[in-house]
Every structure is written in C-alpha cells, then in structure tokens.
T-cell receptor
Framework: SQQGEEDPQALSIQEGENATMNCSYK?????LQWYRQNSGRGLVHLIL?????REKHSGRLRVTLDTSKKSSSLLITASRAADTASYFC?????????????FGKGTKLSVIP | ETGVTQSPTHLIKTRGQQVTLRCSSQ?????VSWYQQALGQGPQFIFQ???????GRGNFPPRFSGLQFPNYSSELNVNALELDDSALYLC?????????????FGPGTRLTVL
C-alpha cells in the first residue's frame, strides 16, 4: 500500500521558476526521503530529513517536515530543464524492524525551457 | 551512477512462466531491497535481505522469493507469472555503517508478461 501521497500529481513550470511538491503520509515515521526518477529508470536519492528535523537544504533543494500534520514539502529553486522527472517521497516507518521504504505515487515535474 | 547494476534490462515472459532477475549491489553494501513499480505508480516494497537472510517482506505472495549471496549480489524469483506482474523491478542496496536509510537504486528490469 502507498503510505505517502504527493501533490500535485503533475506540475508544469517555466525554466527559472520554483517548483513545490507536497507529500502527506499516514503513520509515525523515523525519516522521510525524496527521490527522483527519470523516465522509468532507477531512483536517485535527493535528501533525507529525520523526524526530529523541521527543515533541510541541499543545493537548490529545500525540504520541510511537519510531523504534527504528517506532511512534507520539496522546493526546487531556479528550476532547469534537466529537473524534468518524477519526484517521490518515501517514508521509513517508526519502529520498523527492517529498513523498507514506503513510497507515494509521485509528482511528475515538467520544466519548460 | 549508483554502482548498483541489474540484469536483464528488459524481459518478456508469458503467463505461468518463471523469471529470475539479478542485482549486483554497490561495493560493501550488505543490505538489498527489491521493489515493484507498476506504470504510473510509486515503487512497492517486496522484501529485503541482510547478510543472506530475509529481513522484512511487503504484501507480496510467496511466489515472489529471493536470494542474497555471500558477495551480496541478489536474485528475485517470480513463479507462475501473472499479467499484473508486468512492471519495473528495482533493487536497492544500502550500507549499515553509512546512512542505512539511504538506498542506492539500480536502473531496473522492465518485465512484460503476455
């Protein structure tokens, strides 16, 4: 079952604009991660935020986490055509014995040159 | 490049057949997870292996089975293939002494069941 739900399902912006994607989840988590996938290929890890963190930055990426609302957002600033991809949030449930990740359905981002 | 490789890249099978997919982990990673990704969906966790033992399983029937070898490479076996098994199969490796929760994905095997 999908734990995370990304919003919007699809997003189209002009190059240079900022892109914001949201993720909601259902159960308590240990951490939340964002991954990127180009055209049905493998996923690339972007950033991980732990349950006791509220905001994290990595280059042009900014992630926030609100555990009271069970939600996260990913902001990509100054977007480029190369950012065109699908973006997934993934959660590691709190107390899980294994390190499985539960993914959402993803946001498909199109950056128009 | 994550250093995780998968073979084959594409595979076509017919219903009822059996298939074996292979994954070579990034050097030193002793944990491997397998995911199934249907078209337009996010990856779904199948199972995970740690030091050759299954270490967690998702909501998949027993006809999905796996192996991990001493060199940490891994196999996913699916018996009695069904049409709904058509998907991209991804393996991901991780290292317990680094960020265990960061998983490094291979490029996937696209399985089509006719």
């Amino acid at each position: 079952s999908q734990q995370g739900e990304e919003d919007p399902q699809a997003l189209s912006i002009q190059e240079g604009e900022n892109a914001t994607m949201n993720c909601s989840y259902k159960t308590s988590i240990n951490n939340l991660q964002w991954y990127r996938q180009n055209s049905g290929r493998g996923l690339v890890h972007l950033i991980l935020i732990r349950s006791n963190e509220r905001e994290k930055h990595s280059g042009r990426l900014r992630v926030t986490l609100d555990t009271s609302k069970k939600s996260s957002s990913l902001l990509i600033t100054a977007s480029r055509a190369a950012d065109t991809a699908s973006y997934f949030c993934a959660t590691r449930p709190a107390g899980a014995g294994s390190y499985q990740l539960t993914f959402g359905k993803g946001t498909k981002l199109s950056v128009i040159p | 490049e994550t250093g995780v490789t998968q073979s084959p890249t594409h595979l076509i099978k017919t219903r009822g057949q059996q298939v074996t997919l292979r994954c070579s982990s990034q050097s030193g990673h002793n944990t491997v997870s397998w995911y199934q990704q249907a078209l337009g969906q996010g990856p779904q966790f199948i199972f995970q292996y740690y030091r050759e033992e299954e270490n967690g399983r998702g909501n998949f029937p027993p006809r999905f089975s796996g192996l991990q070898f001493p060199n940490y490479s891994s196999e996913l076996n699916v018996n009695a293939l069904e049409l709904d098994d058509s998907a991209l199969y991804l393996c991901a490796s991780s290292h317990p002494k680094l960020s265990t929760d960061t998983q490094y994905f291979g490029p996937g095997t696209r399985l089509t069941v006719l």
